[in-house]
């Protein structure tokens, strides 16, 4: 047997030591963290040194102990939609990943305390685009830096997951708000000024139309990401998979920012379960 192609990638690529673990803010500092497969230890990316070779191919992350320490796949099971295989995710975290999405229950039937905690309902704006979704409590903020918004508003309250993907649901189709946006749409607002007026009239406007049941809160406005915005151009959407070499010229929600001739940008939140190998001089 030859294998498939991401095997017959490994065979080629040998030297992608360092296993994305994952991809995280801590307030306005974005960090990737690896585990470096050679030195048996974790490290860190340093995401300002674009220079580097990602793999096509992804292996589960593993999981982490109540310590805090990681504890590789036992299986390297390969992965695809999601950065843990299931039964890693059904030690640590979900014993259904499809509940990340879809919520089956109130935690009854999962005993998952993630099911059980509580979850708001959020208005994001990303410019003058407005994006509906949930998150938990404990998350929120770092949720939505993690998108690369550019301010939020947290219109409700609710005791469980299933109950706030229930309300956003209803809401996104009541008032026809999108739940999601494609990257290339996002992109494109990098290279314009915020419309802060704009977002504050359409806040006002959407607060209006909410009816009975929801609170809104007042804007809250994340400007601290680590770039200088507006850019001269739109970035163009690279695929993780291959090298990537540039001047860096910063990060903004999922995207790092390159300058390699034209503005590039690289999805950070896609490399975890994939292999990296920074690139030496």
């Not at 065979?11 to 306005?28: I, P, R, V």
């Not at 999601?82 to 919520?103: K, T």
Request: hydrophobic share 35%; with cysteine.
């Amino acid at each position: 047997m030859t294998g498939g192609p991401d095997d017959r990638e490994d065979a080629a690529n040998e030297d992608l030591s360092l296993h994305a673990l994952e991809y995280h803010w801590d307030e306005f500092d974005p960090h990737l963290y690896c585990y470096d497969t050679l030195a048996e230890d974790a490290c860190e990316l340093d995401l300002s040194d674009v220079d580097f070779e990602v793999s096509r191919r992804k292996v589960c992350v593993g999981r982490w102990d109540d310590h805090g320490k990681h504890i590789p796949c036992p299986k390297q099971t390969p992965v695809d939609r999601f950065g843990q295989c299931p039964e890693c995710s059904r030690e640590s975290f979900l014993p259904v990943q499809e509940c990340v999405f879809e919520p089956l229950c109130d935690g009854e039937r999962c005993d998952s305390d993630f099911c059980r905690r509580e979850h708001v309902l959020y208005i994001a704006f990303f410019d003058n685009k407005r994006k509906i979704g949930m998150s938990s409590t404990r998350r929120i903020e770092r949720r939505l830096i993690e998108q690369g918004a550019d301010a939020y508003s947290i219109i409700g309250k609710f005791a469980s997951r299933l109950k706030a993907r229930t309300a956003e649901k209803a809401l996104s189709d009541k008032l026809r708000i999108p739940q999601a946006y494609r990257q290339e749409e996002l992109l494109q607002n990098l290279s314009r000024p915020v419309d802060v007026r704009g977002i504050e009239g359409r806040f006002e406007a959407l607060v209006m139309t909410l009816g009975e049941g929801f609170d809104p809160e007042p804007l809250k406005w994340l400007d601290g990401y680590p770039i200088e915005l507006p850019l001269k151009r739109i970035p163009k959407l690279r695929q993780s998979p291959g090298k990537h070499k540039g001047e860096y010229v910063g990060v903004k929600g999922k995207w790092v920012i390159y300058e390699d001739d034209g503005l590039k940008a690289l999805n950070l939140s896609d490399f975890p379960s994939r292999f990296l190998a920074r690139h030496v001089a």
